[in-house]
């Protein structure tokens, strides 16, 4: 999403101003446009909502709070309460009007991911200790007799013993000494952990958060638009309608000619190479403008009144427009013969 343009409208044109300017270059003294919209997005994954106040009545000055309490209150307009930015308390509760609030209406993702974590945490700790077990050395040493004295003294005889295991286990050319009458066995583990039950349940563990929030497994191109479809999309949708009814109301909207558009067009890597033959068919089907291409494949626009036309080829003309100007070709054409005769 911090790779995605926050385009703003005015009556249906794509304009430049400064909350284009605040949105996406520097909302605010201290952070960049990407900065802010990762901390909007965390907030709202983690916490499941997120809201963007201006502290102070300066224009276009955002950031995105700490932490907040909202209070609904049904049939007026909400309450958040405890607002904090920057660690900063703001003293004040904050109107419903007053904030962009962004919320995941889904609460399933979170509770998916918080249950798994409960039961799926503590089985992979077990998982860890039986790889331990499984893959650790230990060993018994047999010997006449206990050493006497003190429990002090059984128990620092104990710790003589295991810093020599430890260096001799450690070492791959280790040596033991043994005095007389003293055997030293290997126990075999009682488990069967292996480093790859924990990799797999790493990867289920992974695998079932990201089915939550309708990530994709692979990387391919077909997967990566149904990322963005799916997951995506939906995010950039509630952000973009969220920042335009709080900035602007019913007659500036304009039917949605007045908006802000949060654009997921550009998420996807772009080889000009590799789309050179499509980017012939929307100029030339005058569906683009050579600067429009341009401007998606990520290149510098031509600001040329030629680059800013739209261009159509014949194929592409009304069938219409077609027969008028045969009729007007046959028509000439017997004009000439009647010439000539």
């Given at each position: 999403?911090?790779?995605c ?5 005015e ?7 400064e ?8 909302p ?15 907030r709202?994954?983690y ?6 106040v201006?502290p ?5 000055r955002?950031y ?8 609904p ?9 405890g607002?904090s930015?920057e660690?900063r ?7 419903a ?7 995941l209406?889904d609460?399933?993702?979170r ?14 700790g077990?998982?860890?200790?039986s ?29 003589e013993?295991?810093d020599?295991?430890r ?5 791959p050319y ?13 126990v075999?583990?009682n488990?069967?952990?292996?480093v ?12 079932i958060?990201a ?11 077909d997967v990566?638009?149904q ?9 950039a ?11 602007y ?5 304009d039917g949605?000619?007045t ?14 190479f ?11 089907s005058g569906?683009?403008?050579i ?7 990520g290149a ?8 800013q ?6 194929n592409?003309?009304?069938?219409q427009d077609?027969?008028?100007?045969l ?7 017997g004009e ?6």
């Amino acid at each position: 999403l911090s790779k995605c343009e926050f385009k703003t409208y005015e009556k249906g044109i794509p304009v430049k101003k400064e909350l284009y300017y605040a949105l996406n270059v520097s909302p605010n003294p201290n952070q960049s446009g990407s900065h802010f919209v990762n901390a909007m997005v965390d907030r709202m994954i983690y916490d499941g909502h997120s809201i963007m106040v201006q502290p102070s009545k300066s224009r276009n000055r955002f950031y995105i709070a700490d932490s907040f309490s909202p209070e609904p209150r049904p049939l007026e307009e909400n309450l958040f309460a405890g607002v904090s930015v920057e660690g900063r308390q703001l003293g004040v509760k904050l109107k419903a009007s007053d904030v962009c609030y962004f919320r995941l209406e889904d609460k399933e993702p979170r509770a998916v991911v918080a249950d798994m974590y409960a039961d799926m945490g503590q089985l992979l700790g077990m998982t860890m200790a039986s790889c331990k077990n499984a893959n650790g050395e230990r060993f018994t040493l047999e010997r006449e007799g206990r050493p006497g004295g003190q429990r002090e003294d059984v128990k620092q005889d104990a710790n003589e013993v295991n810093d020599l295991l430890r260096g001799f286990i450690r070492s791959p050319y280790g040596v033991m000494p043994l005095s007389k009458n003293q055997i030293l066995k290997r126990v075999e583990p009682n488990g069967s952990g292996s480093v790859k039950d924990v990799i797999d349940l790493r990867r289920d563990i992974f695998e079932i958060t990201a089915n939550a929030f309708q990530i994709p497994q692979s990387n391919t191109n077909d997967v990566m638009n149904q990322f963005i479809t799916f997951a995506i999309d939906p995010i950039a949708d509630m952000i973009g309608k969220e920042i335009t009814r709080k900035f602007y109301g019913f007659h500036s909207w304009d039917g949605g000619r007045t908006r802000v558009h949060v654009d997921t067009t550009k998420i996807n890597h772009v080889d000009i190479f590799q789309v050179a033959e499509k980017a012939e068919k929307l100029v030339s089907s005058g569906l683009f403008s050579i600067d429009d291409t341009l401007d998606a494949m990520g290149a510098d626009k031509l600001n040329t009144e030629f680059s800013q036309a739209h261009w159509i080829t014949k194929n592409y003309s009304l069938i219409q427009d077609a027969l008028n100007q045969l009729a007007a070709a046959n028509a000439e054409g017997g004009e000439n013969d009647n010439a000539n005769e």
